[in-house]
């Protein structure tokens, strides 16, 4: 009997540990997921290195999978106004829309409310980039009117925020084409984008504090 009680212990003993050792491992796990992500963020500040930015956590967000509207932990305290950019991870999230004291919403570029003046990058041919939660089913969102007088657009070319939109900073990376086909007049082209930021986990953000209109006139 004593064995037995003395197995038993060794045994709580030992769970004890597996589970300390689990937790711990857990703890690591994040770690280094949040360094990942803040090592991201500190990348995609220096690709845009002309612009004051603020970097925010994300609080909040709409029922489903992915990040079409959320709440970040900065607002007008931090010196955050309605219509100033916001960027994560590979490129361009969305826009504020509304802000408060110590929070803002933002529209994401997914949203299906969302349309962006946009280009190509090499070429600054424009078309319009659509947000769609349909076409997000498969990781994309759509563009069209586009004129590719080159003929250059193709899969993985890059596509920007162009210089005529009245409320993007021009030159911010929205995604890589997926698929081009050509309209039925033959003088434009549709498709789809697989988006730089990653729409289904978006937990920092880094908002630039430049309007559109403020950078046109300085």
Same mark, same amino acid.
């Given at each position: 009997?004593?064995n037995?009680?003395?197995?038993s212990?060794?045994n709580?003993?030992?769970q004890?540990?597996?589970?300390?050792?689990?937790e711990?491992?857990?703890r690591l796990?994040?770690s280094?997921?949040?360094?990942?992500?803040l090592?991201?963020?500190y990348?995609?500040?220096q690709?845009?290195?002309?612009?004051?930015?603020?970097? #925010?956590?994300v609080?909040?967000?709409?029922p489903?999978?992915?990040?079409?509207?959320?709440i970040i932990?900065k607002?007008?305290?931090?010196g955050?106004k309605?219509?100033?950019?916001v960027?994560?991870? +590979?490129? &361009?999230?969305?826009i504020?829309?509304e802000t +408060?004291?110590?929070?803002s919403k933002?529209?994401?570029?997914?949203d299906?409310?969302n349309n962006? =003046?946009?280009? *190509?990058a $090499?070429?600054?041919?424009?078309?319009?980039v659509?947000?769609?939660? #349909? =076409?997000?089913?498969n990781?994309? *969102?759509d563009?069209s009117e586009?004129?590719?007088?080159?003929?250059?657009?193709?899969?993985? $070319?890059?596509?920007?925020? =162009?210089?005529?939109? $009245?409320?993007? &900073? $021009?030159?911010?990376l929205?995604?890589y084409v #997926?698929?081009? #086909?050509?309209?039925?007049?033959?003088?434009?082209?549709?498709?789809?984008i *697989?988006?730089?930021?990653d729409?289904?986990n978006?937990?920092?953000?880094?908002?630039i504090q430049?309007?559109k209109?403020?950078?046109?006139?300085?």
């Open positions: 009997f004593k037995v009680q003395k197995l212990r060794e709580e003993e030992l004890s540990k597996i589970d300390d050792l689990t711990e491992n857990n796990i994040q280094s997921e949040e360094l990942k992500r090592e991201e963020l990348k995609l500040d690709e845009y290195p002309e612009y004051t930015k603020v970097a #925010a956590s609080i909040a967000k709409d489903g999978n992915w990040y079409s509207t959320f932990n607002g007008n305290a931090d955050l309605v219509n100033m950019n960027i994560s991870g +590979g490129g &361009l999230v969305g504020i829309t +408060g004291e110590h929070w933002v529209r994401s570029i997914i299906d409310e962006i =003046s946009a280009m *190509i $090499t070429t600054s041919d424009t078309c319009i659509s947000g769609n939660l #349909a =076409s997000m089913s990781g994309r *969102i563009f586009l004129r590719d007088r080159g003929d250059v657009v193709a899969e993985g $070319t890059s596509i920007v925020t =162009s210089s005529i939109s $009245t409320q993007y &900073l $021009t030159g911010i929205i995604g #997926a698929e081009v #086909a050509e309209d039925s007049n033959h003088l434009t082209k549709y498709g789809t *697989i988006p730089a930021a729409f289904k978006i937990r920092e953000v880094l908002v430049e309007l209109q403020t950078k046109e006139n300085s």
